[in-house]
């Protein structure tokens, strides 16, 4: 997994990249095509829900297309986008806590448990049949910071100094929330 | 706290991560609400002057845009969810009944729009949407509620592009109704009532009685008068299948044009074969379960004895996976070579 260009960065999406670059729509909805799957995957699994991963990958393409004249090329489109898109969600989930009238913490160490008695649909679970259904379901019902970071961490590959640069927490945090993730999922799984 | 020695403890775990698929394909096309937003962005960018830099043959989409930008704009006037929706003028001179729209104006549930061959206007669909009314249409408004934003369109051609929950928008024609399933299409009738419906996002339905099509992104289907909606078909269908398809809905050709279809059809032809499934006598209904058989596998869970008797949910499943691979393929064209046959990348 982790952040390798797809086939089409090496070779055709710089020119695709250069025509949207000049305001060609039908070169960015190209691009849309060429990397919604992967957009919309991380919105879902980033948010656990499945209507916001679908408003939250427009944003995220909305995001993109105001911000593609600062894309220089020196990385892949493909990584340009899914840090971009994972800003997106993060700027969107610290904007939601800002709103929040209530305060509470926000991570929800009882999802994971509420999950596993039967009691929170996995949002992604539908979209990925087979044996990672219940992988799905369980990352689901992880507290969001552990969930934030086992998706970017061990789904996305990014490293904990990326994630702490991109969340705002220590990278020893980002560690902590990882081991946290995994043993929950392991429990999840287990039972 | 995490790293070699943690991941080795959890071995099993990120094994089953390793298997995660990396790419979900979101359950409708976003691609319209993309489009809309950044189509905004870029008009406010674009400022004055964009007349000279533009050829003339862009100036109707363009017009059409503003006006629709327009009418956006100077929404709040008029009830979005009441019997009134708003249409402006693009070109030439449309009429709202027998008086002439000059700018902007409402269209009440009873009215009836008309262009001639040289006007054209857009009217938006509540909150849901917009539609694009072209030369020599008339188009009626039927309902206007939260629940059912309904036009009965009489002759001419509309485009349409919706983003909103299935079954909200509905349009009328003398040989069916479009059935909205989140979508963007030309619908074109003629001056007997036949129709012709192009889907260029998304799904839709046509309806007309007992009879019952859905034609996804890149496929057509006809529309005839006393007949109503006929097989969809792919863009790029071949000939002899297109000929094959009207003579089996349209001129009762039975078991010969059924045959005709089976040895035209590709894989990419499976959205085909699986509407007429349903539409043969049990006897043919094997040899087109055969050959669809032969073209795309059928999924687990779809058995060639339900497929025969047509249970309903061994039908939805078998269309769950062409419907899937017809979508890959028109979302794709151009950028991955996707197997017909499969979905996946060749």
Same mark, same amino acid.
């Given at each position: 997994m982790g952040l390798e260009p797809s086939r089409s960065d090496r070779v055709g999406v710089t020119d695709l990249v250069r025509r949207a670059q000049q305001g060609d729509r039908d070169a960015f909805q190209a691009l849309y095509r060429e990397h919604v799957g992967r957009v919309y995957a991380l919105c879902l699994r980033l948010s656990a829900d499945a209507v916001r991963a679908e408003e939250l990958t427009q944003d995220a393409f909305v995001r993109a297309w105001e911000r593609l004249a600062s894309f220089s090329g020196e990385s892949a489109f493909s990584s340009w986008m899914y840090r971009l898109t994972v800003n997106v969600v993060l700027q969107e989930r610290r904007a939601a806590r800002r709103r929040s009238v209530r305060v509470v913490t926000t991570d929800d160490p009882a999802a994971a448990e509420r999950a596993e008695r039967g009691e929170q649909g996995g949002a992604g679970g539908d979209a990925t049949p087979g044996l990672s259904l219940d992988l799905e379901r369980a990352v689901n019902a992880l507290p969001p910071g552990a969930r934030e970071v086992f998706v970017l961490h061990d789904i996305e590959g990014y490293r904990h100094e990326e994630i702490a640069r991109l969340t705002g927490v220590a990278a020893g945090t980002s560690k902590a929330q990882l081991f946290r993730a995994r043993r929950l999922l392991r429990g999840m799984l287990e039972r | 706290m995490t790293g070699p020695e943690n991941d080795a403890?959890?071995?099993?775990?990120?094994?089953?991560? &390793?298997?995660?698929?990396? *790419?979900?394909?979101?359950?409708?096309? %976003?691609? /319209? +609400?993309?489009?809309?937003?950044? &189509?905004? $962005? $870029?008009?406010?960018?674009t400022g004055k002057g964009w007349a000279r830099r533009f050829p003339r043959w862009a100036l109707v989409p363009l017009a059409a845009a503003a006006a629709l930008a327009l009418l956006l704009a100077r929404r709040g006037g008029v009830s979005r969810h009441g019997a009134v929706w708003e249409v402006t003028r693009v070109a030439g001179l449309p009429r709202v009944g027998a008086t002439p729209l000059a700018a902007t104006g409402a269209l009440r549930v009873g009215e009836r729009l008309e262009t001639d061959d040289s006007s054209r206007a857009v009217i938006l669909v509540g909150d849901i949407g917009h539609v694009e009314v072209r030369p020599d249409t008339r188009i009626r408004l039927i309902r206007a509620q939260r629940t059912d934003h309904r036009l009965a369109l009489d002759r001419g051609e509309i485009y349409a592009k919706v983003d909103a929950p299935p079954r909200?928008?509905?349009?009328?024609?003398?040989?069916?109704? &479009?059935?909205?399933?989140?979508?963007? =299409?030309?619908?074109?009738?003629? *001056?007997?009532?036949? #129709?012709?419906?192009?889907?260029?996002?998304? =799904?839709?339905?046509?309806?007309?009685?007992?009879?019952? *099509?859905?034609? /996804? %992104? #890149?496929? %057509?289907?006809?529309? $005839?008068?006393?007949? #109503?909606? +006929?097989? /969809? =078909?792919?863009?790029?269908a071949p000939d002899a299948l297109r000929r094959a398809l009207a003579a089996l809905d349209f001129a009762d050709a039975g078991a010969v044009a059924v045959r005709q279809v089976l040895a035209a059809a590709r894989p990419e032809d499976a959205v085909s074969l699986w509407h007429v499934l349903g539409r043969v006598d049990p006897v043919l209904r094997q040899e087109v379960y055969d050959r669809?058989?032969?073209? !795309? /596998?059928?999924?687990? +869970? !779809?058995?060639?004895? #339900?497929?025969?008797? %047509?249970? $309903? &949910?061994v039908l939805e499943n078998y269309w769950t996976a062409i419907r899937r691979i017809a979508w890959r393929k028109a979302i794709l064209k151009g950028i991955r070579d996707i197997d017909p046959r499969t979905g996946r990348a060749r």
């Open positions: - | 403890e959890f071995r099993d775990l990120l094994a089953l991560v &390793a298997k995660l698929p990396t *790419s979900i394909e979101p359950p409708r096309d %976003l691609w /319209p +609400g993309i489009e809309a937003r950044i &189509a905004g $962005r $870029r008009e406010a960018r909200l928008f509905f349009v009328e024609t003398p040989a069916g109704t &479009a059935v909205d399933l989140g979508c963007a =299409y030309t619908l074109a009738v003629d *001056s007997i009532g036949n #129709g012709l419906i192009h889907v260029t996002g998304g =799904y839709v339905e046509l309806d007309r009685e007992n009879r019952r *099509s859905i034609i /996804p %992104l #890149g496929f %057509l289907a006809e529309m $005839r008068r006393g007949f #109503g909606p +006929g097989t /969809p =078909y792919a863009e790029d669809l058989a032969s073209l !795309v /596998p059928p999924p687990a +869970g !779809v058995t060639r004895e #339900g497929a025969l008797r %047509l249970d $309903r &949910a």
